[in-house]
Protein backbone atom coordinates (compact mmCIF):
# COMPACT_ATOMS: atom_id res chain seq x y z
CA UNK A 1 0.00 0.00 0.00
CA UNK A 2 0.67 3.73 0.00
CA UNK A 3 1.43 3.77 3.20
CA UNK A 4 3.87 0.79 3.75
CA UNK A 5 5.97 2.51 0.86
CA UNK A 6 5.95 5.56 2.41
CA UNK A 7 7.58 3.89 5.44
CA UNK A 8 10.41 2.19 3.84
CA UNK A 9 13.73 4.15 4.29
CA UNK A 10 14.46 6.14 1.68
CA UNK A 11 16.90 4.21 -1.17
CA UNK A 12 18.96 7.22 -2.18
CA UNK A 13 19.61 7.99 1.67
CA UNK A 14 20.56 4.37 2.35
CA UNK A 15 22.72 4.55 -1.28
CA UNK A 16 24.41 7.45 0.29
CA UNK A 17 25.32 5.52 3.55
CA UNK A 18 26.85 2.49 1.60
CA UNK A 19 29.03 5.02 -0.59
CA UNK A 20 30.09 6.88 2.93
CA UNK A 21 31.17 3.38 4.19
CA UNK A 22 33.69 2.72 1.56
CA UNK A 23 35.97 4.39 -0.82
CA UNK A 24 33.74 5.10 -3.84
CA UNK A 25 33.90 7.80 -6.55
CA UNK A 26 31.13 8.59 -8.75
CA UNK A 27 31.52 9.33 -12.47
CA UNK A 28 30.30 12.94 -13.81
CA UNK A 29 29.75 13.60 -17.41
CA UNK A 30 30.14 16.93 -18.99
CA UNK A 31 27.38 19.53 -20.82
CA UNK A 32 27.59 20.80 -24.20
CA UNK A 33 31.41 21.00 -25.03
CA UNK A 34 32.35 24.79 -26.12
CA UNK A 35 33.38 25.51 -29.62
CA UNK A 36 37.05 26.30 -28.21
CA UNK A 37 39.13 27.14 -25.06
CA UNK A 38 36.07 29.13 -23.26
CA UNK A 39 36.86 32.74 -21.44
CA UNK A 40 36.88 32.27 -17.25
CA UNK A 41 34.09 33.27 -16.01
CA UNK A 42 33.49 35.59 -13.34
CA UNK A 43 33.37 35.37 -9.63
CA UNK A 44 29.74 34.94 -9.68
CA UNK A 45 29.64 31.97 -11.96
CA UNK A 46 32.29 30.05 -9.63
CA UNK A 47 30.44 31.33 -5.99
CA UNK A 48 27.74 29.40 -7.41
CA UNK A 49 29.35 25.90 -7.48
CA UNK A 50 30.91 26.15 -4.32
CA UNK A 51 28.81 24.10 -2.35
CA UNK A 52 29.69 20.52 -4.43
CA UNK A 53 32.46 18.52 -2.90
CA UNK A 54 35.51 19.53 -5.46
CA UNK A 55 39.26 17.69 -5.97
CA UNK A 56 42.02 19.80 -4.99
CA UNK A 57 44.28 20.50 -7.39
CA UNK A 58 48.13 22.31 -7.14
CA UNK A 59 49.18 24.30 -9.84
CA UNK A 60 52.70 23.97 -10.39
CA UNK A 61 54.22 26.83 -12.69
CA UNK A 62 50.97 28.93 -13.43
CA UNK A 63 47.44 28.75 -14.12
CA UNK A 64 46.63 25.63 -16.17
CA UNK A 65 42.80 26.55 -17.05
CA UNK A 66 43.41 28.56 -20.15
CA UNK A 67 44.61 25.48 -21.80
CA UNK A 68 42.75 22.68 -20.29
CA UNK A 69 39.02 21.76 -22.19
CA UNK A 70 36.60 23.46 -21.43
CA UNK A 71 32.77 22.69 -21.15
CA UNK A 72 29.29 24.38 -20.37
CA UNK A 73 28.71 22.38 -17.68
CA UNK A 74 28.52 19.14 -15.24
CA UNK A 75 25.75 17.13 -14.89
CA UNK A 76 26.02 15.75 -11.42
CA UNK A 77 24.93 13.31 -8.86
CA UNK A 78 22.10 13.67 -6.13
CA UNK A 79 23.93 16.00 -3.64
CA UNK A 80 23.56 13.75 -0.83
CA UNK A 81 25.68 11.04 -2.97
CA UNK A 82 28.18 13.83 -4.02
CA UNK A 83 28.72 14.87 -0.39
CA UNK A 84 29.14 10.78 0.51
CA UNK A 85 31.54 10.19 -1.63
CA UNK A 86 35.20 9.80 -1.55
CA UNK A 87 36.00 11.46 -4.88
CA UNK A 88 34.41 12.32 -8.32
CA UNK A 89 35.92 12.02 -11.18
CA UNK A 90 34.94 13.11 -15.25
CA UNK A 91 33.24 9.86 -17.66
CA UNK A 92 33.25 11.77 -20.18
CA UNK A 93 35.92 11.27 -23.15
CA UNK A 94 36.88 13.58 -26.24
CA UNK A 95 36.53 11.63 -29.63
CA UNK A 96 38.87 13.15 -32.51
CA UNK A 97 36.94 14.23 -35.60
CA UNK A 98 36.97 10.51 -36.98
CA UNK A 99 34.90 9.72 -33.69
CA UNK A 100 37.90 7.41 -32.46
CA UNK A 101 38.87 7.98 -29.05
CA UNK A 102 42.82 8.58 -29.14
CA UNK A 103 43.32 10.67 -26.20
CA UNK A 104 41.79 10.55 -22.94
CA UNK A 105 41.36 14.12 -20.73
CA UNK A 106 43.28 13.81 -17.57
CA UNK A 107 41.86 17.42 -15.79
CA UNK A 108 39.18 19.45 -18.02
CA UNK A 109 37.72 22.54 -17.00
CA UNK A 110 33.67 23.85 -16.28
CA UNK A 111 34.46 27.69 -16.31
CA UNK A 112 37.19 28.50 -13.26
CA UNK A 113 36.63 25.09 -11.73
CA UNK A 114 39.06 21.75 -12.89
CA UNK A 115 38.01 18.67 -12.91
CA UNK A 116 39.94 14.88 -13.16
CA UNK A 117 38.77 12.62 -15.40
CA UNK A 118 37.42 9.05 -13.35
CA UNK A 119 40.49 7.56 -13.71
CA UNK A 120 42.59 9.79 -12.02
CA UNK A 121 40.48 10.61 -9.19
CA UNK A 122 40.25 6.59 -8.63
CA UNK A 123 43.92 6.64 -8.30
CA UNK A 124 43.85 9.46 -5.60
CA UNK A 125 41.22 7.93 -3.79
CA UNK A 126 42.99 4.46 -3.80
CA UNK A 127 46.25 5.90 -2.79
CA UNK A 128 44.56 7.91 -0.30
CA UNK A 129 46.57 11.06 -2.29
CA UNK A 130 44.65 14.45 -0.49
CA UNK A 131 45.29 16.44 -4.17
CA UNK A 132 46.61 16.49 -7.84
CA UNK A 133 49.09 18.21 -9.18
CA UNK A 134 48.87 19.90 -12.38
CA UNK A 135 52.46 21.04 -13.60
CA UNK A 136 52.58 23.38 -16.47
CA UNK A 137 55.49 23.94 -18.99
CA UNK A 138 58.61 25.88 -18.56
CA UNK A 139 58.49 27.09 -22.02
CA UNK A 140 55.99 30.18 -22.19
CA UNK A 141 52.87 29.05 -23.48
CA UNK A 142 53.97 25.42 -23.99
CA UNK A 143 50.65 24.15 -21.68
CA UNK A 144 50.69 20.89 -19.61
CA UNK A 145 53.70 19.17 -19.43
CA UNK A 146 52.12 16.48 -16.58
CA UNK A 147 50.33 15.70 -13.11
CA UNK A 148 51.12 13.94 -10.53
CA UNK A 149 48.51 11.99 -8.36
CA UNK A 150 49.54 9.93 -5.82
CA UNK A 151 53.58 10.20 -6.74
CA UNK A 152 52.47 8.88 -10.03
CA UNK A 153 54.16 11.05 -13.11
CA UNK A 154 50.86 11.31 -15.78
CA UNK A 155 52.10 12.16 -19.24
CA UNK A 156 49.89 14.55 -20.83
CA UNK A 157 49.61 16.61 -23.93
CA UNK A 158 49.72 20.55 -23.70
CA UNK A 159 46.08 20.52 -23.29
CA UNK A 160 45.94 18.09 -20.55
CA UNK A 161 44.65 14.85 -22.39
CA UNK A 162 46.26 11.44 -22.51
CA UNK A 163 47.36 9.74 -25.23
CA UNK A 164 46.37 6.14 -24.50
CA UNK A 165 48.23 2.68 -25.72
CA UNK A 166 45.29 1.28 -26.09
CA UNK A 167 44.60 -3.06 -25.71
CA UNK A 168 41.92 -4.78 -27.67
CA UNK A 169 38.39 -5.38 -25.74
CA UNK A 170 38.82 -8.12 -23.36
CA UNK A 171 35.88 -9.90 -21.80
CA UNK A 172 38.11 -11.50 -19.20
CA UNK A 173 38.21 -7.87 -17.48
CA UNK A 174 34.88 -8.18 -16.68
CA UNK A 175 32.60 -9.49 -13.83
CA UNK A 176 28.67 -9.53 -14.11
CA UNK A 177 26.92 -7.61 -11.73
CA UNK A 178 24.02 -10.31 -11.81
CA UNK A 179 26.83 -12.84 -9.92
CA UNK A 180 27.95 -9.64 -7.64
CA UNK A 181 24.25 -8.71 -6.49
CA UNK A 182 23.29 -12.42 -5.72
CA UNK A 183 26.37 -13.16 -4.05
CA UNK A 184 27.71 -15.92 -6.07
CA UNK A 185 31.06 -14.40 -7.31
CA UNK A 186 34.35 -15.38 -6.02
CA UNK A 187 34.98 -12.50 -3.54
CA UNK A 188 39.01 -12.86 -4.33
CA UNK A 189 38.90 -12.01 -8.20
CA UNK A 190 37.99 -8.68 -7.27
CA UNK A 191 39.88 -8.30 -3.51
CA UNK A 192 42.83 -5.73 -3.21
CA UNK A 193 41.80 -4.11 -6.77
CA UNK A 194 40.30 -0.83 -8.18
CA UNK A 195 36.86 -2.09 -8.95
CA UNK A 196 34.77 0.33 -12.04
CA UNK A 197 31.13 -0.45 -12.24
CA UNK A 198 29.73 0.48 -15.69
CA UNK A 199 27.82 -1.02 -18.64
CA UNK A 200 28.64 -2.74 -21.62
CA UNK A 201 25.19 -2.79 -23.64
CA UNK A 202 25.06 -1.01 -26.63
CA UNK A 203 21.75 0.64 -26.15
CA UNK A 204 23.13 2.78 -23.50
CA UNK A 205 24.86 4.55 -25.53
CA UNK A 206 28.57 4.15 -23.67
CA UNK A 207 30.00 2.22 -27.00
CA UNK A 208 33.63 3.58 -28.17
CA UNK A 209 35.68 3.35 -31.26
CA UNK A 210 39.70 2.88 -30.65
CA UNK A 211 42.36 2.76 -32.57
CA UNK A 212 42.46 -0.91 -31.94
CA UNK A 213 38.30 -1.96 -31.76
CA UNK A 214 35.51 -0.73 -33.08
CA UNK A 215 33.31 -1.50 -29.99
CA UNK A 216 35.18 -1.18 -26.66
CA UNK A 217 33.00 -0.15 -23.33
CA UNK A 218 33.78 3.44 -21.80
CA UNK A 219 34.09 1.68 -18.64
CA UNK A 220 37.19 -0.46 -20.26
CA UNK A 221 38.63 2.92 -21.61
CA UNK A 222 38.91 4.34 -18.13
CA UNK A 223 40.34 0.86 -17.00
CA UNK A 224 42.97 1.07 -19.85
CA UNK A 225 44.08 4.66 -18.34
CA UNK A 226 44.33 3.16 -15.27
CA UNK A 227 46.52 0.31 -15.79
CA UNK A 228 48.72 2.37 -18.38
CA UNK A 229 49.56 5.06 -15.51
CA UNK A 230 50.36 1.87 -12.81
CA UNK A 231 52.61 0.20 -15.62
CA UNK A 232 54.46 3.27 -16.93
CA UNK A 233 52.89 2.39 -20.01
CA UNK A 234 51.95 5.73 -21.54
CA UNK A 235 52.25 7.06 -24.96
CA UNK A 236 54.40 10.55 -25.47
CA UNK A 237 53.83 12.82 -27.93
CA UNK A 238 57.34 14.73 -27.77
CA UNK A 239 57.41 18.92 -28.04
CA UNK A 240 59.35 19.18 -30.44
CA UNK A 241 57.55 16.76 -32.91
CA UNK A 242 55.27 18.96 -34.90
CA UNK A 243 58.55 20.34 -35.67
CA UNK A 244 60.84 17.42 -36.61
CA UNK A 245 57.64 16.28 -38.88
CA UNK A 246 57.07 19.99 -40.87
CA UNK A 247 61.28 19.59 -41.45
CA UNK A 248 61.17 15.59 -42.23
CA UNK A 249 58.47 17.19 -45.29
CA UNK A 250 60.40 19.94 -45.72
CA UNK A 251 63.92 17.74 -46.35
CA UNK A 252 62.42 15.02 -48.14
CA UNK A 253 60.69 17.36 -50.80
CA UNK A 254 63.38 19.29 -51.74
CA UNK A 255 65.35 16.89 -52.24
CA UNK A 256 62.75 15.37 -54.64
CA UNK A 257 63.17 18.83 -56.37
CA UNK A 258 66.80 18.90 -56.61
CA UNK A 259 66.77 15.15 -57.82
CA UNK A 260 64.56 14.58 -60.58
CA UNK A 261 66.52 17.19 -63.08
CA UNK A 262 69.71 15.55 -62.02
CA UNK A 263 69.07 11.58 -61.43
CA UNK A 264 66.34 10.94 -63.73
CA UNK A 265 62.74 9.84 -62.15
CA UNK A 266 63.22 6.57 -61.29
CA UNK A 267 66.64 7.02 -59.21
CA UNK A 268 64.35 9.88 -57.76
CA UNK A 269 61.54 7.73 -57.04
CA UNK A 270 63.83 5.30 -55.52
CA UNK A 271 65.52 7.36 -53.34
CA UNK A 272 62.04 8.91 -52.47
CA UNK A 273 60.89 5.37 -51.56
CA UNK A 274 63.40 4.45 -49.21
CA UNK A 275 63.28 8.01 -47.59
CA UNK A 276 59.99 6.72 -46.65
CA UNK A 277 60.66 4.18 -45.59
CA UNK A 278 63.06 5.65 -43.30
CA UNK A 279 60.62 7.74 -41.80
CA UNK A 280 57.86 5.13 -41.65
CA UNK A 281 60.09 2.58 -39.66
CA UNK A 282 61.79 4.89 -37.09
CA UNK A 283 58.27 6.41 -36.43
CA UNK A 284 57.21 2.60 -35.49
CA UNK A 285 60.54 2.14 -33.43
CA UNK A 286 60.12 5.36 -31.51
CA UNK A 287 56.25 4.05 -30.96
CA UNK A 288 57.41 0.13 -29.98
CA UNK A 289 60.40 0.92 -28.35
CA UNK A 290 59.94 4.51 -26.73
CA UNK A 291 56.52 4.82 -26.25
CA UNK A 292 56.92 8.13 -28.88
CA UNK A 293 54.37 9.57 -30.88
CA UNK A 294 55.53 10.95 -34.44
CA UNK A 295 53.12 10.58 -37.45
CA UNK A 296 54.83 9.80 -40.51
CA UNK A 297 52.34 9.76 -42.73
Do not use: C
Amino acid sequence: TERTLRALPDSDAMFADAISRARVVLGQSVLERTVAVAPLPSAQAGEAAAAWPKTTFAEIGGDPRPFLLAFAGVVRNLPELERAAAGRGMVSLAPERDGIVRRVPAVLRTGADIHPAFSLELLRVAFGASAIAIRLSRAERAGIENLVVARLRVATDANGLIWLHFARHDPDRYVSAKDVLQGTLDPQLIAGKVVLVGTSAAGLKDIKATPVDSAMPGVEVHAQVIESILSGAQLVRPAGADGAEFLATLLIGLAMIVLVPLLGPWWTLSIGAASLGLVGGGSWYLFAAHKQLFDAS
